[in-house]
């Protein structure tokens, strides 16, 4: 069993379970942003947290042990996928413009995408609901050496 | 003068001024990370605020001229710069993840990246300061027809 | 049962119920069109539309529950395909001229691909026939904030 | 001067002159879609055509020259602008869907690109107006031999 | 059975036969070099066509309704054969000459890839026999609209 | 004066005294294939013939200088502009089929792209004159060793 | 069996024989680089050299059959693979110096990589052993007609 | 001056003076192939060298200067021009089969491109001259740690 | 089995029997980086070593056969996983800084990847402790001949 | 003045005045390597250290302004400078290495390419000496939440 098999198993029983990310997460304490995201191999699960979804979602352990390692992300880029594209757009615009406005902020650094996390919110507006994506991560200085 | 020379003639008289993109927004009642953008060409002045804009630099009308067409997006895919990089990652591993996550709370659609605002902020923390960015796009469904 | 082997399944049983376009769209209340795209995987069939068409076509269950997700696109870009590439050729060719007029009618914003329509038809011509496809997406307008 | 510097002074003349495509259309008695794509350089006025468009644009000798020869398209493939990448879109989702939709109706051939028109209106809509662009070209059966 | 296999199946079954394209193409009544793309998915047969080739090769059914379909073209290009290089190589270096040796001839336009035939013949030659390929397409004037 | 300019150069002014790749062919006894390549900087002119040229056109030594050697290609691959990528497309479909009517009839080995040679002709067709193309390389055998 | 997996089936009896390909060769009577490259695909075998290879490593006449047709190289470029990298570096550096090497001795033209051969030695050095690979092909001249 | 328009000007001079890549080589005791590719930036030559050359081609100080310093490779790959891009085809298609017989002969490791030397001979041959080209480099082992 | 399937069985039987490259690398003498690297197929076991490891592991002979083959690496560049691409980003932010300074103390020349070793060690620090990785190579010189 | 043009400036100053990266280093008190990225744009300086480095090596203003900010990288990837090139190797051959052992020391995470420092030393050896590169980050472990 690939990762994605494993993927595309665990989406078939979420689906047919008639389960949500959120249920799924409070079975073992975490956010469903980032619930969602180990379940794509983008999160490593600890043994008794990967037992549990499998327990949960009916799988075998084949399941719980792929779930507690990290893989590879695996996307053609730019994405072919149109809700993942106006991401991939986002950055492509407002990428220079995040640079300017986050050095003038912080200084020579980053925002790390590694200690770093997640949220999506729904925002009810009369002219259409919107989509509300947070993105939070911890500012690195440039080291001088 | 292109488009590219403008925006490095505008970072050169912002720094020199000692102004903030806040003390630029400000001057034109926008937010600064949109006035971020619409100064790096991803955004549209009107001609009041871009000649406000010009005044405010010290810069010739040229500049106020090309400040109200925005501007196709030119970097390089992936980016070679470190900080921008990092959103390039976030796309390539959280994706598939928010794509997922959206679908299940909204349906079949995505978040527009036209109909959208984003903003950034400091997060104080003890262990070192946080960058939040916030990105908000209105919810829109595939027409089926 | 991939998305891919799944829509060659389709495309088989069509052909040799000798169906058309039309006469599946007609069965769900939908354009010849839309129902393509969907057959194809990009579009969403309620479980009561994906029901008649498997059964229009006399396909198992496994099919019905692929036809109610969209799939991500996934075409070599630039086309292959001589009727596509031509497409592909339009929009290289008349891309920046589309720019221009839709920026001079409706201001600086973009055509939606997604609260989108497309319709085909044929246009006879003493000199041979034509081929008429109607693209109409709503027009959004870039936030200002 | 190069035929995209070309571009650029035609676009500036006619913005400062507050002239439209269907002015300059007009005074060439051609429709203005076909007008803005030859002046993109995608398209070839006869001498008497491109002389009355460098008068009306009070534009050299030279312009009128450059307008008379069509130029190779050149455009970054994906497209970065986010108005044209939403056609490039429609191409990549729905491209199979429009082979096999012209294939039923006309058999094994393409929609010409060379023998083709477009044009594009506005449709008034009460949640907010559409784009709609046509596109007709010829259909060309592949020959037997 | 995929088309590529369906091309290795007929090529296998006329080598084992010892049959030639010309065998082929006599058996339908039609040209050598159309008979030998359509063998390789790049041209559609009728079902009699289909049919007799079938047979004279002495395969399925299954191949027989394979060959009523084009396919579209799979080619790593630049080509990483050495023969089908070398064509490439002669659109690399000579395209241009192309363009300007027939837009004199025959001002703005192209020469049709569809409505188009093409020939190979061996031309005897002291020095070492010549392969004369022939391609011939309609030209087709781009529509000033 | 790079190649580049000095084939605008060239062109430009055999436009300016109305002459065909004929009559300069003519001039140096040469095919007006062959010269067109030439000029654009696809084959090498002896002195006598770079001379006759540059007189011919009115251009200076410097031209004659450049015309003597062969300059590397240089085009987009794919090809953008539409009478090119015709032949691309036919080498994208047709390639295969090239490579195996060759190998039947000559053995192992491909058509030199270096012993070469090519010419255009007008075939004219009630239904709309045709470009013929033919192209003509001697056969190589690969070597056994 | 593809071609690929011909290889690898030839490569491990030829290993688990402990022959070399000086053995393989001196069997048909030809050079060992050569029936190197034939083995990998990249030459063609008579159906006697075939015959006897495929009895010398034990394996089926599926395998002859293979090895009487020349393959399409098949290899990622630029080369992951260290040794053949150093290759693709050596033309990549020194490519226009042996453009300028040969032009000047040879005149307009190339050197075949069809009517080509090649050999590789051991050069014994007290500084360590070299590689010494000698590349010989006939020099073709550009034809001008 | 870029390391191009150097190599360019030295080109220049080398031709107008008559001079062969021997002659300059005989003016610092250098293998001509060793000193083109020193011309053409792939190589460093000392002071005294270049200040020789500098002197024989009648060109400035900055030509000696830029003359001690190693260039990055700048070329187009798959390369355009012909000459070249049979070398590339080399190792394309013969790549592997250098790797295997290395291997057998040297065991685990490379031929060095760096401790490397190449030349070029005209090998006389009564069908046509062919072109003979040597490459030399260290067998270097993968070291085992 | 595929190299990569090995690996694959590799890891997955040093994890349930609790192994470290450190107690594999013990077993046969050599480096833990070393080991890994081999395991991955970046280095070839000698027999001896390989059937350790399979016993170890308690694997089959045809992995113990496989560990005694260099593979060609393969993975996608830029590398799509974080930790990996992070080397990445050094080499092409550091890669000219690299070479300055290695030319300056070396001179014009090469740190070899083949003569080359890698260590990896963990470096306690109060702030979060560091990896630091030491990489050495022999230091090559361009031949002058 | 582009950066590009900046680091020309810089390097053609440092080797003129014979002054060594240790040397520059000194002056403002840091590592040469970090020094000589910083003059390489990938580093920012601060006002101090900026100014002395301009007065040492005679240069004006603009270039002190210039080194106190960080610059994008620009490098072609894959590297075809060869020292360069043999880093991207590492990367390429080793990078899975690399990952696995990180993980079985640190755990799930990464080492930083920001929060980072890096030296270069000569190591005497008898058979030629050899380069020795430390790269050492913070391990950043992904944050669950």
Known sequence: MTRCECTAKIMAAKQSKGLTFQNIAT???RDPVWTAAALHGQGALDAAEAGKIAE???????VAALLQQRDSPDLPMPPTDPLI?????????????????????????????????MNVERVPNPKGDRVRVTMEGKFLSFTKW
Not at 89 to 115: C, H, K, N, Q, W
């Open 85 to 117: 594209y106006r991401f991939y757009e986002i950055v492509l615009a407002y990428g220079p413009t995040l640079r300017e406005v986050i050095r003038e902020e912080f200084g020579d650094g980053i925002m790390s995408a590694i200690d770093f996390s």
């Open 27 to 29: 079975a073992i304490g």
């Open 56 to 62: 949960l979602l009916g799988l075998e352990p084949a």
